[in-house]
């Protein structure tokens, strides 16, 4: 297919969300920019890009909240891009215009890259009862929550529901804190995951490689193991109705799923069941051809 062209006169080009796929793209468009007409904004709700793929190490207290951010200043330094931190409120195509919390924007070229939430399956109690692992203040949470059970002396379980990669790598780096912390004789950890193993679609041999440590490391795995409701925080997670499958949780922490992050487009734009903005092969929305969608809240 063509991709549909736009107005040679397109000016201003807005990027939303300053994660992998924002500031991957704004430095290379202000690589090109740089000396030539147009205007390139960048719109982030945070002063810093967070390194996502590390906060699992902040839950564990194994790096700092600051070690994990990089001013989103400094990497756009020298390049001719605006960058406004705001939280975006809306979008509205019909408009061209972009509403933040601060200000409205209009746009000429509008590419969305707000990433990705958690999703909770409509489970009961599961948003309620859990904590996410999808940004640093949720890992700065995780990361007191767990501090405050290694100062208590009787028995408590950590239950981490999903056995994706973020749930996985969290369950060995709060393994590794409590070993730190000497509380391996009375805080344990447990990951639930509904399929029938941990990292579903991962090589075979890594898995099993990966299955081996945890096991070493004392972490109870649970696979075909999908969890039906949840409890207060300090309570417990239901495999089923029956009270025999429910397991105590004095922490509950949520990795189980992942759905486009959840902006409002109004007009509304088609969106995937899992809420991703459904893109054509040059990452646009075939209704706006000036608005482009990339990396996680995007499908193809
Ligand atoms: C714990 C964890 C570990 C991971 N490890 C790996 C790994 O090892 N390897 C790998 O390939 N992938 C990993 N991933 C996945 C990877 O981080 C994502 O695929 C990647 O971040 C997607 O990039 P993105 O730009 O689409 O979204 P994001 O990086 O999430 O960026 C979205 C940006 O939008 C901003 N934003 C969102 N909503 C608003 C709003 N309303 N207003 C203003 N700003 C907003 C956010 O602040 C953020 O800066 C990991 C993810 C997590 C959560």
């Known amino acids: 297919m063509e991709g549909q062209k736009m107005r040679s006169s397109n000016k201003r080009i807005v990027i939303l ?3 992998y796929a924002g ?10 920019f740089k000396g030539k007409e147009g205007e390139v904004i960048l719109v982030d709700r945070n002063p810093y890009h967070q390194l996502l793929q590390e906060i699992h190490l902040v839950a564990a207290g194994f790096r700092t909240a600051n070690e994990v951010k990089i001013p989103i200043l400094r990497l756009i330094d020298g390049m001719n891009i605006k960058f406004i931190q705001s939280t975006i409120k809306q979008i509205r195509p019909d ?10 924007i209009k746009y000429d070229v509008l590419i969305i890259c707000l990433g990705a939430s958690t999703k909770y399956f409509n489970i009961k109690g599961a948003k ?5 692992l999808r940004s640093i203040s949720d890992a700065s949470l995780i990361y007191d929550r ?3 059970l290694i100062k208590l002396n009787n028995k408590q379980n950590i239950v981490i529901v999903g ?3 973020t749930g996985v790598s969290l369950g060995g780096a709060l393994s590794d804190f409590i070993k730190d912390s000497k509380k391996t004789d009375s805080i344990s950890i447990t990951i639930i995951e509904a399929l029938p193993t941990i990292l579903s679609g991962w090589d075979e041999r890594l898995v099993k490689k990966v299955n081996e440590v945890l096991h070493k490391k004392g972490i109870r795995i649970m696979t075909r193991s999908p969890v039906t409701k949840v409890e207060n ?3 417990s997670v239901y495999l089923s109705d029956d009270d025999a499958t429910k397991i105590q949780s004095s922490l509950t922490i949520w990795t189980a799923g992942v759905k486009g992050y959840d902006i409002q487009i109004d007009p509304e734009v088609e969106k995937t069941k899992d809420g991703k903005i459904i893109v054509n092969e040059f990452c646009q929305i075939d209704r706006y051809p000036n608005i482009f969608s990339i990396g996680d809240i995007a499908a193809v």
Do not use: D
């Open 17 to 19: 969300g300053a994660g």
């Open 23 to 32: 500031i991957f793209l704004a430095t290379n468009i202000g690589r090109y």
């Open 95 to 104: 408009k061209n215009l972009v509403v933040l919390e601060s200000t409205e």
């Open 128 to 132: 309620e009862n859990s904590l996410p």
């Open 146 to 148: 767990v501090g405050a």
């Open 163 to 165: 056995g994706g990669a």
């Open 233 to 235: 925080c300090g309570s």
